[in-house]
């Protein structure tokens, strides 16, 4: 009988374990970041121009597209022109995008050609 409990209690205290540690490493994984950015093009060549430069510094920090460009349906209220998605790694990655000095010396290109809107969701835990 002593075994039995003895047994019993070591298989509770490995599942107690095994689940703060499966919680642990839930906790220090990062969410991902999406972008989602609204484009109303209005000098097409300078927006090419802008599209060549930032589309390699994306990549770099960890840009995966999930929409680009494709046709836009309003569900509610007006659609944009053009819209984009795209995730990143973390939060922090896409921040580091928007305050690199590489980036910042093309936001002018993109100001110049477009209407341009964009703002970065935080996705959900699963």
């Known amino acids: 009988m002593k075994v039995g409990v003895t047994v019993a209690?070591?298989?509770l205290a490995g599942a107690a374990l095994?689940?703060?540690a499966v919680q642990g490493l839930h906790a220090q994984a990062k969410l991902p970041a999406y972008q989602v950015?609204?484009?109303?093009v209005t000098n097409p060549e300078l927006y090419k121009e802008y599209q060549a430069?930032?589309?390699p510094l994306q990549i770099k920090y960890s840009a995966r597209f999930i929409a680009r460009g494709g046709r836009v349906e309003s569900f509610a209220g007006e659609a944009p022109e053009r819209a984009v998605i795209a995730v990143y790694d973390s939060m922090e990655k896409l921040q580091a995008l928007r305050d690199a000095p590489e980036y910042k010396a093309i936001e002018s290109l993109r100001d110049q050609s477009s209407k341009y809107r964009s703002y970065i969701v935080e996705g959900a835990p699963n």
Do not use: D, R, Y
């Open 53 to 55: 430069k930032a589309m």
């Open 9 to 11: 209690l070591s298989m």
């Open 18 to 20: 095994g689940a703060a």
């Open 37 to 40: 950015i609204e484009v109303e």
